[in-house]
């Protein structure tokens, strides 16, 4: 595995620049704590990679589904390590496609949004989105799906039994780890987006769920190829000295559309949070919408992402 040296002199810089900029004054709403704008932009910069590494982008699967043609791809992604996942263009229709990035949520895989009746309802937004004329790009996030290898073959929400001689691996990642190297692997692979003549480069879109939801907001904020966002249930991080708290990239996503859609009774994320980071977004448009529901919403949520997406795009 290939580390970048980089990598932790940007993140040494990133809370350097946290510790110094603590004390600028920004306008938050109530119950919402977001770092200073010298150390949001230090802190971006733990998302950025190097865009001259070779892709190594190729096709190792072609499957006819009901629905169209799906590719599986591989892809060299930051880090060294290989990504897979599947794109699929609509079965009607002339290219170039609007392409939207599909980002599942902890514990899943590419393969959730190829499931019907699953936590995220990922079948329905899929075909949804074929549906509205849009191509879908779905990755495995780091150490999720066909990535497990790379934490050992241990999965992200293992059992760890105390009283057993010889535990299981915990895992070689932080949570933080897999957020921010699945946002930059998402990078890349709009860098692949770009180099297939199907697909409109200028109509990038994002939907992400529960992780997928605050990466959502994360690619949106790092990277302005993406145009228009849907986060989903994503999960409150009260503190803003967390390298992956979504309100310290609401100046990076600026005035582009963004939709978050949450459960009322969520407990991973308040509602008086929601609402705090939603009226922190400059969006223009921008919208929220709650469901009476807890994390896992009904497959109600999706026409309502799917709508503001083709709007949008």
Known sequence: ????????SRLTTALLAALLSASVACAEPPGLERLGEEACRA???LYDYDATIPLEARIVERKELND??????????????????YLQLPATGDGPFACVLLLHGWSGSKDSWYQDGNYISGGDAR??????????????????????AQNDFAPVNHHVDDSAESQ??????SREDIYVQTTRDYRRAIDY?????????????????????TQAFLLTGVDPRVKAAVAVAAPAE?????IVAPQNFVDGIGKRPLLSIYGRQDAMCP???????HASLESEPKQQIFFDAEHRLPADYVPHAAAWLKKHL
């Open 1 to 8: 595995m290939q580390v970048e040296p980089a990598f932790r």
């Open 127 to 148: 075909r949804a989105l074929l549906e509205a004329g849009f191509a879908v790009l779905a990755l495995d996030a780091q150490c999720h799906g066909d990535r497990i």
């Open 271 to 277: 509602v008086p949070f929601a609402e705090a980071l």
């Open 43 to 45: 802190l971006t910069g």
């Open 193 to 213: 987006l770009l180099s297939r003549t199907e697909i409109d480069g200028e109509r990038i879109g994002v939907l992400g769920y529960s992780m997928g939801g």
């Open 238 to 242: 009260r503190s803003k000295w967390t």
């Open 68 to 85: 169209g043609l799906r590719e599986k791809i591989v892809l060299r992604g930051v880090q060294g390590f290989l990504v897979p996942g």
């Open 168 to 173: 299981p691996r915990k895992g070689y990642f």
